[in-house]
């Protein structure tokens, strides 16, 4: 990040002051952030810092607030009453979609050849697949390829549209599910919207849904009845989407395979039945865990800033719009199509 702090230094100031706020944050916290902030024109945010309060905002000369890994929730920022002052607000959570998306893919691909089944039986020193009559007879042998299959995404935010852009070599048909994205964007993407329900059929479902009030359990016993025999599951969004426990159910059946990265609870627990499932394959949460994911959060905010202060619009805002999409939230007039569209709220 050096090199960015430098691009920084030529257009101002750089100060840096750590911060670690728990979950139970002290009336004096907010007081240090103001003592902070409040001669600066722009001000960026992480975990440890204290909330952006309105307290914060109407005591300082604040321009611009940016929080670099916050899901596009403003949990550190007091969105509103930025909005009210004129304080723009960006957010560049999606600083860890790129290796998202990656691992999104190689899960679907490790799900497409059930490599999980495989790997357990190897590292158990145990014959595998050691003939074709052997093969012929395990149900769990499906080595299928990704090329021209029809790949279903439940959500289409930033991690969706660098997926797409991933599975163009396959010649994948894509779907996806996400009741508040602009339809204009299907034309752009190459992707068709479709239904919860048409999407759950696809051959590859691959989760990309933020965990919400209305996401939470989304994806439960009814929904995943529509997965199809021989269909792969992937989750790389958040665990609590899925109600692990008909997940578990629906798994047992054996006529499909999932590939998770996430679960709930997290860590899995060292007894939890969804370890033992011969058509499941496990990573420990680490989609967007990469050494650049890491550095391209800050890189993101450096050129957000450095656009702002040039005159130009950021391209990561966050709006009382953006929250409101994020957490679920609709208007009236969205509730009433969507309801009459068959969507869930």
């Not at 550190?76 to 860890?96: E, F, K, L």
């Amino acid at each position: 990040m050096p090199a960015d702090v430098a691009r920084l230094r030529n257009i101002g100031e750089f100060v840096y002051r750590p911060f670690d706020v728990g979950d139970f944050p002290d009336p004096c916290d907010e007081a240090a952030l103001l003592e902070f902030a409040g001669e600066l024109d722009a001000l960026v945010v992480c975990h440890g810092s204290p909330r952006v309060t309105e307290t914060v905002i109407a005591a300082s000369r604040l321009r611009f607030i940016g929080e670099l890994e916050g899901d596009r929730f403003a949990h550190r920022i007091d969105v509103p009453a930025a909005a009210r002052r004129g304080v723009t607000v960006v957010d560049t959570t999606h600083g860890s979609s790129v290796p998202v998306a990656e691992w999104a893919l190689a899960l679907a691909l490790v799900g497409l050849r059930n490599a999980g089944a495989l790997f357990r039986r190897l590292i158990g020193h145990e014959p595998v697949l050691s003939n074709r009559i052997e093969r012929a007879a395990d149900p769990l042998y499906r080595q299928r390829e990704l090329a021209g299959r029809e790949v279903a995404m439940l959500g289409f935010g930033h991690i969706g549209w660098r997926l797409t852009e991933l599975l163009r070599p396959f010649s994948a048909r894509v779907l996806a599910y996400d009741p508040y994205v602009p339809r204009e964007l299907a034309a752009v993407a190459g992707v068709t919207f479709t239904s919860l329900e048409r999407a759950l059929g696809a051959e590859v479902v691959i989760c990309l849904l933020p965990l919400t009030p209305a996401t939470e359990r989304l994806i439960s016993a009814p929904q995943l009845e529509r997965l199809a025999p021989g269909s792969v599951f992937v989750n790389v969004s958040r665990g609590k989407v899925v109600d692990s426990a008909a997940l578990v159910a629906r798994l047992r059946r054996g006529d499909l395979v999932a590939a998770l990265d996430v679960y709930d609870p997290e860590p899995i627990a060292e007894h939890d039945p969804i370890r033992d499932l011969p058509n499941v394959f496990l990573s420990p949460h680490i989609a967007g865990v990469t050494v650049e994911a890491e550095r391209r959060f800050f890189t993101l905010m450096t050129d957000e800033l450095l656009a702002f202060f040039s005159g130009h619009e950021p391209s990561h805002q966050l709006t009382e719009q953006v929250v409101g999409l994020r957490r679920g939230l609709m208007t009236e007039s969205e509730r009433i199509v969507s309801e009459r569209k068959g969507v869930p709220p």
